[in-house]
């Protein structure tokens, strides 16, 4: 198993910029694929980026495309998320999650069986 710590959120103004960490503890993160979810008020939890177990390969949801990258440092378990050009509609609670390395790079949520707490990111207009 692992556990997933994330940190780093906050308050911006719009046109700002955050970086989101997850910190992972028990199982080598190595042996996950991870992603990046958020999750507004009212609103379904929406999947925004992922990588693949060895960084090699990421996905991006199309509305963070060309403003936010993911990326992972195996070595200190920890995966990364820099927001750019944050934007109001960014407002959210953004998740860390993990699945098994064997999985693919997936937008589904239901497929990711490791969860942090989370961490609210809020971006003022």
């Known amino acids: 198993q692992v556990q997933l710590v994330e940190s780093g959120g906050g308050l911006v103004q719009a046109g700002g910029s955050l970086r989101l960490s997850c910190a992972a503890s028990g199982r080598a993160l190595s042996y996950y694929v991870m992603g990046w979810f958020r999750q507004a008020p009212g609103k379904e939890r929406d999947f925004v980026a992922a990588?693949?177990?060895?960084?090699?390969?990421?996905f991006y949801a199309d509305s963070v495309k060309e403003r936010f990258t993911i990326s992972r440092d195996n070595a200190k378990n920890t995966v990364y998320l820099q927001m750019n050009s944050l934007k109001p509609e960014d407002t959210a609670v953004y998740y860390c999650a993990a699945r098994d390395r064997r999985g693919r790079l997936s937008t589904a949520h239901y497929e990711y069986e490791y969860w942090g707490q989370g961490t609210q990111v809020t971006v003022s207009s």
């Open positions: 990588i693949s177990w060895g960084g090699g390969s990421t």
